[in-house]
């Protein structure tokens, strides 16, 4: 009995396929390189997190602001032309735990639910006139903008959007809101 059990372990044993990890060798297939004209309008939408761990982000965020204007101006042209959006991510969902008016996130500010951000959020600073920054170049070569002050500045001053937004944070659902239009109204109910 012993050496049947110990034939067939022997024979099982055997019979195992070879388990070693052998290391891929990774061949690069080539690279792709995508040139954007330095003619063309920027157009860019930060979504930024307004929940109540994030003040501190939005201050270390906001810091480098003129290192990002530093970056458009150091173009070959010079700054193109640009339009700025700042969108929080508190929009008005029905989620289990978390939905809007139930499960301690609160109901969205008017201001929240997908809206392009253009309120003074930080002392003494003056938001741009219209939803969103516009700062375009004229035909004599000057700056046409909506805003007072530094592009860094005006930008800095919509883009603190503090921290009583929702914890339930929807980035992917307030962008979508922003750029289609489709910010609907919806009335919840508490459980």
Do not use: W
């Not at 150091?74 to 289990?96: C, E, M, Q, Y």
């Not at 997908?114 to 003494?124: E, W, Y």
């Not at 929807?170 to 919840?188: N, W």
């Amino acid at each position: 009995m012993k050496r049947t059990a110990l034939a067939s372990l022997l024979f099982s044993l055997a019979a195992c396929p070879d388990r070693t990890i052998s290391e891929v060798q990774i061949k690069q297939q080539g690279a792709l390189v995508k040139h954007i004209p330095v003619s063309a309008d920027i157009d860019v939408l930060f979504v930024i997190d307004n929940s109540a761990s994030t003040i501190d982000k939005q201050t270390i965020f906001a810091q480098n602001f003129p290192k990002f204007v530093a970056a458009l101006d150091a173009f070959p042209t010079g700054r193109p032309n640009l339009h700025l959006a700042v969108v929080d991510t508190t929009v008005d969902i029905a989620t289990p735990g978390y939905g809007m008016g139930t499960g301690g996130c609160p109901s969205p500010d008017p201001g929240d639910n997908g809206l392009f951000q253009n309120t003074a959020r930080v002392p003494g600073c003056t938001p741009p006139t219209g939803r969103f920054i516009s700062d375009t170049k004229a035909p004599d070569g000057s700056r046409v903008t909506n805003y007072a002050g530094t592009l860094d500045t005006a930008l800095s001053c919509i883009a603190q959007v503090g921290a009583t937004g929702c914890g339930f944070e929807a980035q992917l659902e307030a962008m979508k809101r922003a750029l289609d239009g489709s910010r609907v109204a919806t009335a919840h109910t508490s459980p």
